[in-house]
């Protein structure tokens, strides 16, 4: 009996290790190209990083709703994965393309034809407006480029091929890096262009990365290489059960993402030094819950392969070990962000004493509700959606958001008039209440479905 066990143990370890690490290793990157754009800019001033911060919220909104619909279609690919039915893959990635280009493409003309009153609506600092404006026009000719990214790399990890993304991240990271020293100051016998110089920056390596993802998938993957006529001979069948699993998740990400943005509307009306701040916290918060994110893409591809496969009991089992590792994982990111935020922001910004006074307070908040976060991300991008239980999900995500957050957000900024420190714990609340309505759900095991 031990020795089995131990082989069971082994084996889930070494599943996970292979898929996570290179997950988190390409958020980490991808977080970090976030973070090198944020921290040159932060040299050029407090406006400058409110500015970029505002104009990626933008980003940030389409970003999830893309991922909220490739959540929905990797479900499916992991599980015929799983199933072994790897014709049926390309009809559902054909399917995520179509959805992720309609989606850029609206992005794309809010943010290249209308960025002044896109960012007029969350600022009315004219200063923030108008680098705001700069960057954003710039950047929005990337959003079908990222979107075509972002489909393939969902549909290479549900399959068990998480090193290709890894590997365009890598080389994006470091194009972005070199292109934001060249551009941002001025070296190399360039011009300083500042913040579109950062934008620029973003845009090269983005159309880098799409072409060694697209370069990788063509050369190794067959079974993701898809062709025009694919997406002229998608299954009725798949569209209607694609559909049925992968909407409530895009309308679980697209409501959720606008209630980040009316987050940052409130920050923003707060003042200009609460938005820096909270976009420094949030550059920060997004480096650490890159293990979050692993574990929870890891359990989603893990989960559906095992459900595909007809393994419920076993999933169920996998399933309560991921939960484990996200509370000791939630913990540990919590007491790493506590001691090591001075040191961060006083090294890597140049922030007045008011500013930096601010920001760790903020960033000390975040690392207290860490826990919460971790076990959160397991429990909505893992548990639920990986057997298809995605209403639920949706209903307990926008209900956490929209009822707790979002009011409590504007009672802190408007009315009890609190720092933008006390506004963010109020509406970390929705965390907690969370974490305790979904556990009944988890309990109950109804999320284990085979849907192939």
Sequence with gaps: MVSLSYKKNTAFYKMLFTISIPIVIQNLISSSLNLVDNVMIGQLGETLIASTGLAN??????????????????IYIAQY????????????????????????????????FFPSEVLGLMSKDPEVVKYGT??????????????????????????GH?????????????????????????????????????????????????????FGVYRMIPVLSISIKNFFTIDKEIIRKVGKTALPVI??????????????????????EAVSAVMITNTVNSIFM?????????SSVMLGNTLGAGEIDKAIEYNKRFLALSILCGIFIGLAITFTAPFLVKNLYNLTAESYVVTIHTLKILAFFMLFKFYNTIIVIGTLRSGGDTLYSMLL?????????????????????????????????????KFFLGLPRLLSNKWAKRLV
Excluded: D
């Design 134 to 159: 700069q960057y954003m026009q710039i950047v929005s000719i990337s959003y079908m480029i990222t979107a075509i990214s972002f489909t393939f790399g969902f549909s290479t990890r549900s399959i």
């Design 251 to 272: 309308f679980n990400e697209g409501f959720w993402s606008l209630g980040m943005t009316v987050y940052a509307l409130v920050y923003a009306r707060i003042g200009t």
């Design 81 to 112: 994965w799983g199933k072994k039915e790897t014709e049926k893959i390309k009809s559902v990635l054909s399917l995520g393309l179509i959805f992720a280009l309609f989606i850029s493409m609206l992005f794309f003309i809010l943010g290249f």
């Design 162 to 214: 998480p090193k290709l993304p890894m590997t365009a991240s890598i080389i994006s990271l470091l194009i972005n890096t070199g292109l934001n020293y060249v551009l941002i100051f001025g070296h190399l016998g360039f011009e300083p262009m500042g913040i579109r110089g950062a934008a620029i920056a973003t845009l090269i390596a983005r159309v880098v990365e799409l072409i060694i993802i697209l």
């Design 290 to 298: 890159v293990v979050g994110f692993g574990l929870g893409n890891a």
């Design 57 to 74: 919220q933008i980003f940030f909104v389409m970003t999830l709703i893309l991922f909220g619909g490739n959540s929905g279609i990797s």
């Design 397 to 433: 995500e926008i209900s956490c958001v929209w009822l707790i957050g979002v009011p409590l957000a504007f009672i802190g900024a408007f009315v009890l008039k609190l720092p933008v420190y006390y506004v963010v714990a109020l509406v970390n609340i929705e965390e907690i209440a």
